[in-house]
Structures are given as structure tokens and as C-alpha cells.
């Protein structure tokens, strides 16, 4: 959002509300990353946004709301500038996620709010 003017930054959201979070398509082949012995790979799900350039998933909503919140921004850079890629290191989006006062769950209520004033109209 920091590329936007900021008096472009609603419209912005709200336009990334109606898409959702971008997810390639039903038969799309994610592509495996052998970590250890093991191969691993995208898992999708709400409001992770899979990159198929890059393979590293972002979070929409923190990406959204990244810039009106103050925070510690435990995970910032991996789910918001430079993309989460580890995908065995599951409990790093537990963390990310924290607790109720985290700078994603404030950027999840920014986000809600976003959402019940986009479908108001």
C-alpha cells in the first residue's frame, strides 16, 4: 500500500476486498520445496495469498492494513514484504497470528470493518 498515493489507499482496499486473496486456480500444480528428507508445499487457505512468481504466500489482510497500524509486527517482513516460503514451519503463522492484540488480528478487525462497510452498498 506504501506504493499508493495515499488518497488512493481506500479505494485500494476495497478493490482487494471484492477480488479476496488471490489463489491460482483449482488445478494449478503447486510447486514442492524439498526441506530435510521431506517435500513440502503451498497449503491454501483464508486469507493467504500465494504468489505463483515467487511461491511464498502472503497475508492479505496485514498487507492491506500494514501502514494505519502500530505494532511489533512479529512476522511482518515474511508475510508482508517478502513472502512466507517455509512451509514446514507451520507454527510460524500461529505466531504471526497471535494474541488478540497483534498486529494481525488488529489488522484482521481493520479488515473486518473494511468488509461489513464494503457490503453496506
Known amino acids: 500500500m ?3 498515493h495515499p488518497n488512493q ?16 486456480h483449482d488445478d494449478f500444480q503447486y510447486l ?5 528428507n521431506k517435500k513440502w508445499q503451498f ?9 505463483e512468481k515467487d511461491d511464498k504466500a502472503y497475508r492479505l489482510c496485514c ?6 497500524i502500530k505494532d511489533n509486527h512479529y512476522g511482518y517482513d515474511a508475510f ?11 507454527k510460524r ?10 498486529f494481525h488480528n488488529k489488522a484482521l478487525k481493520s479488515l473486518l470493518c473494511a468488509t461489513r462497510w464494503v457490503t453496506s452498498f
Do not use: C
Not at 43 to 51: G, V
Not at 63 to 68: C, H, P, T
Not at 80 to 90: A, L, Q
Open 2 to 4: 506504501a506504493d499508493y
Open 80 to 90: 508482508v514484504i517478502e513472502g512466507f516460503y517455509s512451509w514446514n514451519k507451520t
Open 63 to 68: 498487507y492491506l492494513f500494514r501502514d494505519s
Open 93 to 102: 503463522l500461529v505466531t504471526h497470528v497471535g494474541d488478540r492484540n497483534s
Open 43 to 51: 497449503n491454501p487457505s483464508n486469507w493467504l495469498e500465494y504468489s
Open 9 to 24: 489507499h481506500e479505494d485500494i482496499r476495497r478493490k482487494y476486498l471484492v477480488w479476496g486473496p488471490y489463489q491460482p
Open 32 to 36: 514442492y520445496r524439498l526441506i530435510g
